[in-house]
């Protein structure tokens, strides 16, 4: 049997900018993971997985590809990277073979709602990494990215793949996306072996400092929200051609580029300045595209964070999900969490998951 995993992120600053290739983020991943155990079978494959309820999905191969006994399915992470990495590997030369994968996820409450931790990067990056074990093809760190966004593209072209570098390098990391729509062009021309083999401009992960004299403290409002319906909104034509957005783009990149600047120097206030900043620009796009990013309830956990001395700002697409509040090292956490607790707002005890293997 192989079992992989593949670790949780958060967002810390630089979202919706990070989706046009080039423009930086920072994100963190946390100790909270999705596992795939991959054990041979015989004639079909099989995905066990809560969230395809008490059947797996069943599939088989069509012309070297992969396809579910379901085809009235929405394309899906899992099989989509089934079918990426077995791409890759029959390009390679590797006969393929069948297999079931199991999967859980700590990414999700008992109640199977998501916390907005990055699940589809999650259970990505961990198919990708079990299923490449599988074919023996001893992938580096990037090309599992690679291979996981390209993946994920399928599935939603817009996704910036942050998430996806997150959890495969682990740690703080400063990210700028590559042009999804450029790859999902040569997807359709060329091998995977040779997209992944290339270089890809505007791609950009790097490591960030691990902030000493702060700590990252992560509150969940109970509501899963839905980042693909406000991405979508944002891609109409009109409104990426806008001056407000072109104004957003230049002010996020600033704001992330003077947070990445004062985690490297350990220059807390400076970091919790760019947190502020961060969030003021989210409000301000929610406001002028008419999104609903910052909910009461992440504006509950926010005003929580200043209250006691740091600064917190929703964490990814918001409507719901995460938000991060950062407070001095020195702190007493008691004082927000009980904030927290009189506004509904669950902690979650996560940590930072540790580096993982070099971004080249
Ligand atoms: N345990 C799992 N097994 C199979 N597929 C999963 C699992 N967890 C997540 N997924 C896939 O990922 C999708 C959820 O992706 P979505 O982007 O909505 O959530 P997320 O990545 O957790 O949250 P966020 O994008 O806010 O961080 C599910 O609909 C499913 O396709
Ligand atoms: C809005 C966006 O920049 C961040 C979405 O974050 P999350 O998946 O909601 O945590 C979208 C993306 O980066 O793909």
């Known amino acids: ?66 396809v579910l006994e379901r085809q009235d399915r929405p394309a899906d992470y899992v ?68 291979l996981s966004l390209l993946a994920t593209i399928d599935v939603n072209p817009r996704a910036s793949g942050g998430d996806i570098a997150a959890s ?17 062009a040569r997807l359709r021309t060329e091998s995977v072996a040779a997209i992944v083999g290339s270089d890809w401009p505007d791609l950009s992960v790097r490591r960030v400092s691990a902030p000493r004299s702060l700590r990252l403290v992560v509150g969940w409002t109970g509501e899963p929200a839905s980042t693909s319906r406000y991405v979508s909104e944002l891609s109409g034509r009109q409104w990426r051609q806008s001056a407000h957005y072109e104004r957003f783009l230049d002010a996020s990149g ?59 700002k929703p964490s990814g697409a918001g409507g719901g999900d995460c938000g991060i509040a950062l407070l001095p090292a020195e702190a007493d956490l008691a004082p927000l969490l009980r904030r927290w607790e009189q506004e509904d707002i669950r902690h979650l005890a996560l940590q930072v998951h540790p580096p993982e293997g070099e971004p080249e």
């Open 1 to 66: 049997m192989i079992r992989s995993q593949a670790a949780g992120k958060l967002f810390v600053a630089g979202e919706y900018a990070v989706v046009e290739p080039g423009n930086p983020s920072v994100l963190v991943a946390v100790d909270r993971f999705v596992s795939v155990e991959l054990t041979p079978s015989v004639d079909q494959g099989r995905i066990h997985s809560d969230q395809y309820g008490r059947q797996p999905l069943v599939w088989r191969r069509d012309a070297g590809r992969i």
């Open 168 to 184: 495969v390098f682990g740690g703080w990391i400063a990210y700028s996306a590559p042009d999804r729509e450029a790859l999902a």
């Open 79 to 146: 099989p989509v990277a089934i079918d990426t990495v077995e791409r890759f590997a029959a390009e390679r030369g590797t006969s393929l073979s069948f297999y079931e994968l199991a999967i859980t996820s700590e990414l999700d409450d008992v109640n199977g709602r998501k916390f907005g931790l990055g699940s589809s990067a999650a259970v990505t990056v961990a198919t990708v990494r079990a299923v490449a074990e599988y074919y023996g093809l001893d992938l580096t760190p990037l090309e599992v990215f690679k």
């Open 254 to 312: 600033a704001c992330v580029s003077g947070l990445i600047a004062a985690l490297d120097a350990d220059d807390a206030p400076g970091a919790l300045r760019s947190i502020r900043t961060a969030r003021g620009l989210l409000s301000e796009l929610s406001t002028a595209a008419s999104l609903n990013i910052e909910t009461p309830e992440l504006a509950a956990l926010c005003r929580a964070a200043e209250a006691v001395g740091g600064a917190g």
